[in-house]
């Protein structure tokens, strides 16, 4: 434990990650603020600019940008009712409307205090927790480890964006795409069609680009012609007594639903949010208030999107199953900086999983500096003209592809999946799920092979493992829950 | 019929990658063992995605899809700029290719001040190529200017 607390207070005697938390902490709130911009295709964008960085030094950006932007999509969510980042909607809902009052400022403040105090709250936990679980996955092996992927993948089925059905046709598609290339035991070429660059099966991070960049920059081309209505802000105000009294059962409240469903593979910061405003309403004595400019609303949606931060670190770092899609571009860089995700990471380089745990601390600290004196700044930021932004974007992006392994295949497949995220996105169908199967495929297909080879070829011996069989209940429980839930509420309302 | 467009196209892509895995090799059971051949795995995906393609259909039948507008001419020209920067690429230099795609996109999207849509198309590379050149020693593929440039 101290060895802990050392290596989270070596960051601050560390000044190049200082002056590297800062320099991304103002990157990633420019990030948050520009719509359609969020912390997923940031960090994707971002994550070649690493590579000749350290480990720690790569991941506490990437860290940094995801707890940053997060917190930055509130400002344009205030001041211009576009939500900077998806996770950033809710706060819509009640701070446009306070800010139209005349009371920006005071909006902003709660959204800093709370984001704060979510970001930090879910760090603490993710110190506590991470450890605790990477002593319990020790136990685990290939039936358990393949039981707690599928269980990461049917949770796709209850995020927000998407219907259950078309996040797990995209999962599945995820999957499959994760077969591309050598097969490992036998050696043989699945999918290549003749080219040998796809040997070692196609690259996260190209995948993560296209999906994530250019296919985001296809949809903000239909948003050219748009006006937007901006507030003007004089400055940010802190939260008085009166608004803490209000608020602190709410924040709370909002940073254990976050941290909690951060935890959940594959759930992230929108639904977070989504639950911790919706949470907030429904235990507010002002419910008339909500949607007209509540400052609960704005403080339970803030703490828990901030909160989700931390805690969708914790599968992602000790399971190596990604706990929203930012973390998934994150679990990408933990590998290609040499940093294997898993239980294992927690004995063998525990001093720099807790640099980065530091790092994060930290940056949840630089971001509410930013946001409370420099949210006006920002807030200009939002309005560069589309036609400027998202040209700069597909050169970050083509190049960024390009980069991680100097290879050509590497930008027409990012290109393409730009194309492919686009019309997906066109027909309903989110993106994150498509990305959470690539980085699960492997996982699922080795250690579904791996169990079939302990049990000799009987495949439902895996039911006979407690954990693994714990872990396919929560499964068929994430992908029929609502159904049985709704099922027997039917059934009620029938009998009354 | 608009219904099962989308579930029709999971079904026809499901379909194709079930016939090619059935023309994968078959890999000696020696080698497999108590394990599953290479090509039983993405079969296995793909008959999940045959299923859920048609839980899609009955969930469609419910509440159908809201009809989709076509985007306007900046949605598709950005596509269309997309396969251009291929072949300018391949054929004449990455930085090029980067700038003049650059260029048409300021203009297409709605920028009318040509020396803005010009200044944004050369800046943006050159100083990505510089950085990424100079500080994380990524060396770009040949072409007219790199040629110039490595010598």
Partial sequence: MIEALQAMASVVLDPYLIVLILLTTIMGVVIGVLPGLGA??????????????????????????YVSATFAGSITAILINTPGTAAAAATTFDGYPLAKRGEAGRALGIAVISSTFGGVFSVIVLCIAAPVLARVAYEFRPPEYFALALFGLSMLASISAGGAVRNLIGGVFGVWLATIGVERTTGVERFMFGNYELYEGLSFVPVFIGLFALSELLVQSKRVNEVVDAITLKAVKLPTREDYKRIWKTV?????????????????????????????RRWSKNKEEFGKGAIEGIAGAESANNAATGGAMVPTMVLGIPGSGTTAVILVGLMVHGLRPGPYL????????????????????????????????????????????????FALAVIGAYALSSSLLDVWIALIFGVIGFLARRH?????????????????????????KMFEGDWWRILTQPLAAMFLFFAVLGLFG????SGISRLRSKAD | MRIFVIPGVVAAFSLAVIWVALQLDVSPPLIVGDSMQPRVFPILL????LVLAAFLVIQYRKSPPPKVPWEGFQTWGSVVLFAIFFPLTVYIDMMIAIAVVMFVMCFLWGERRLHVAAAVAVITPAAIFFLFDLVLRVRFPRGLLTNWYYG
């Fill in chain 2, 46 to 49: 793909m008959v999940i995605n």
């Fill in chain 1, 482 to 485: 609502s159904s049985i839930v």
């Fill in chain 1, 428 to 452: 309903g169908f989110a993106v994150a799920p498509i990305a959470v199967g690539l980085i699960l495929g492997e996982m699922v297909e080795t250690n579904f092979q791996n169990s079939l």
């Fill in chain 1, 40 to 65: 997923t295709t940031g960090a994707a964008l971002l994550l070649p600019f690493t590579l000749t960085m350290e480990p720690v030094h790569a991941i506490a950006v990437l860290a940094t940008i």
């Fill in chain 1, 346 to 393: 927690f004995t063998e380089q525990v001093d720099k999983v807790y640099q980065i745990f530091g790092a994060m601390l930290l940056a949840n600290i630089v971001f509410m500096a930013m946001g409370l004196y420099a949210a006006k700044l920002f807030a200009r930021i939002s309005l560069i003209p589309l036609q400027i932004l998202w040209p700069i974007v």
């Fill in chain 1, 252 to 280: 709370l409240r909002s940073c254990g639903i976050g941290t909690f469903i951060g935890v959940l593979p594959a759930e992230g910061a929108t639904v977070a949010s989504m639950i911790g405003y919706s949470e907030a």
